[in-house]
């Protein structure tokens, strides 16, 4: 009888710890403010522009505020959705809609936290003009594979040296890094993407040239005013390439799948 109570006890205690960890689970798929964060469903208000022609954040919130450890809203819910974190402004609207990384809250850093890759269930897929003449940054934040929109999101970034990363995912890149005058170190351009527009324009630190897959099909002005010098490989064809190495005073050769290289060359 008391080898029964034990065993009974014993079960008794593993079912207390099976409950209590699948309440623990259940509590960890809901959506949570991070630790130093601000969720915000409604709207919020800055003021002017600066001198610069930079927003200068002094927000005012209307509606629902929520601190961190509070539980998010439903992520259909439909409205202006923002999340402040200790770097930047993400913000979504509509139901269906997906998230965007608005706005850097100080462009005078020299570092910042990484993009989060999704939110309330929602991904992260655009930083378009996000880090724009951040003048101070070094290199880039750890960017998640789920952005597919860079259009000008680094553009002006005049002591930038290094990007830690592309998104395997990313679609457009149009000057994403003009007139970053000291980057010197980039990783070869992911497959699929299909946008180099002005991309490295005026970046005259540049000697290395990325990888170009195949599946890019837009390269004007993409290295123009650049310092980019010898070999080049490019798999794309691509169909728009005007003054895609204009401006560049390097011997350049290109290598690669690429159907139109001379006169790709003749570009320079």
Same mark, same amino acid.
């Given at each position: 009888?008391?080898?029964?109570?034990?065993?009974?006890?014993?079960?008794?205690?593993?079912?207390?710890?099976?409950?209590?960890?699948?309440?623990?689970?259940?509590?960890?798929?809901?959506?949570?403010?991070?630790?130093?964060?601000?969720?915000?469903?409604?709207?919020?208000?800055?003021?002017?522009?600066?001198?610069?022609?930079?927003?200068?954040?002094?927000?005012?919130?209307?509606?629902?505020?929520?601190?961190?450890?509070?539980?998010?809203?439903?992520?259909?819910?439909?409205?202006?959705?923002?999340?402040?974190?200790?770097?930047?402004?993400?913000?979504?609207?509509?139901?269906?809609?997906?998230?965007?990384?608005?706005?850097?809250?100080?462009?005078?850093?020299?570092?910042?936290?990484?993009?989060?890759?999704?939110?309330?269930?929602?991904?992260?897929?655009?930083?378009?003009?996000?880090?724009?003449?951040?003048?101070?940054?070094?290199?880039?934040?750890?960017?998640?594979?789920?952005?597919?929109?860079?259009?000008?999101? *680094?553009?002006? #970034?005049?002591? %930038?040296?290094?990007?830690?990363?592309? /998104?395997?995912? =990313?679609? !457009? +890149?149009? $000057?994403? &890094?003009?007139?970053?005058?000291?980057?010197?170190?980039?990783?070869?351009?992911?497959?699929?993407?299909?946008?180099?527009?002005?991309? *490295?324009?005026? #970046?005259?630190? %540049?000697?290395?040239?990325?990888?170009? /897959?195949?599946? =890019?099909? !837009? +390269?004007? $002005?993409? &290295?123009?005013?650049?310092?980019?010098?010898?070999?080049?490989?490019?798999?794309?064809?691509?169909?728009?390439?005007?003054?895609?190495? *204009?401006?560049?005073?390097?011997?350049?050769?290109?290598?690669?799948?690429?159907?139109?290289?001379?006169?790709?060359?003749?570009?320079?």
């Amino acid at each position: 009888m008391k080898k029964l109570l034990k065993v009974l006890t014993i079960f008794s205690a593993l079912a207390c710890i099976c409950v209590a960890m699948a309440g623990c689970s259940e509590k960890g798929n809901k959506y949570m403010v991070p630790e130093g964060a601000t969720y915000i469903v409604g709207l919020i208000s800055t003021n002017d522009y600066a001198e610069d022609g930079l927003l200068i954040y002094d927000i005012d919130v209307e509606n629902l505020k929520l601190s961190s450890g509070e539980t998010m809203p439903d992520a259909s819910e439909s409205g202006f959705h923002y999340l402040l974190t200790e770097d930047y402004i993400y913000s979504r609207a509509g139901s269906d809609s997906n998230w965007e990384l608005t706005n850097v809250l100080d462009r005078t850093q020299s570092k910042y936290e990484d993009v989060l890759q999704s939110i309330n269930g929602m991904d992260v897929v655009n930083i378009n003009n996000a880090f724009r003449e951040c003048i101070n940054m070094t290199k880039t934040p750890k960017l998640p594979d789920t952005i597919k929109y860079m259009k000008n999101s *680094f553009t002006g #970034c005049e002591n %930038l040296k290094e990007l830690t990363n592309f /998104p395997k995912d =990313v679609l !457009e +890149m149009d $000057y994403a &890094f003009k007139s970053c005058s000291k980057l010197e170190i980039v990783p070869d351009i992911p497959d699929g993407a299909n946008s180099l527009l002005g991309t *490295f324009e005026e #970046c005259t630190s %540049l000697n290395n040239a990325p990888y170009i /897959p195949e599946s =890019v099909n !837009e +390269m004007r $002005y993409t &290295f123009m005013f650049s310092g980019v010098s010898g070999e080049v490989k490019i798999d794309a064809t691509p169909e728009n390439y005007e003054l895609c190495l *204009f401006g560049i005073t390097n011997e350049i050769s290109i290598v690669g799948k690429c159907e139109n290289k001379e006169d790709i060359l003749n570009t320079k």
